[in-house]
């Protein structure tokens, strides 16, 4: 089995700062791309950003600038770095993974819990 494990969440007030944590667990052989998707009340889940395996980053163009994403392939780990937040940046965030969990086995998504976000003041 495998498991993703969010950390980081929580309340902050407009302009602050938080960092998200994903950690994947389990019979894991090898980790593709990772990333973070948000999905707001009312809202299709969305594309936060992803990294490759080779540190390659993608962004959603409402968070360029102000989100980073990086990860430490030793640890099995994804973190996004979230500043100057705001308001329309509330919503639970779900980390990915594409894993593959042996040889033969094929590339999987799997995805964490999620953790809440809320930007208030």
């Known amino acids: 089995q495998v498991q993703l494990v969010e950390s980081g969440g929580g309340l902050v007030q407009p302009g602050g700062s938080l960092r998200l944590s994903c950690v994947a667990s389990?019979?894991?052989?090898?980790?593709?791309?990772m990333g973070w998707y948000r999905q707001a009340p009312g809202k299709q889940r969305e594309l936060v950003a992803s990294?490759?395996?080779?540190?390659?980053?993608n962004y959603a163009d409402s968070v360029k600038g102000r989100f980073t994403i990086s990860r430490d392939n030793a640890k099995n780990t994804v973190y996004l770095q979230m500043n100057s937040l705001k308001p329309e940046d509330t919503a639970v965030y779900y980390c990915?993974?594409?894993?593959?969990?042996?040889?033969?086995?094929?590339?999987?998504?799997?995805w964490g819990q999620g953790t809440q976000v809320t930007v208030s003041s």
């Open positions: 990294i490759t395996s080779g540190a390659s980053t």
């Open positions: 990915n993974a594409n894993i593959r969990r042996g040889w033969g086995y094929p590339w999987y998504d799997y």
């Open positions: 389990g019979s894991i052989f090898a980790i593709n791309a």
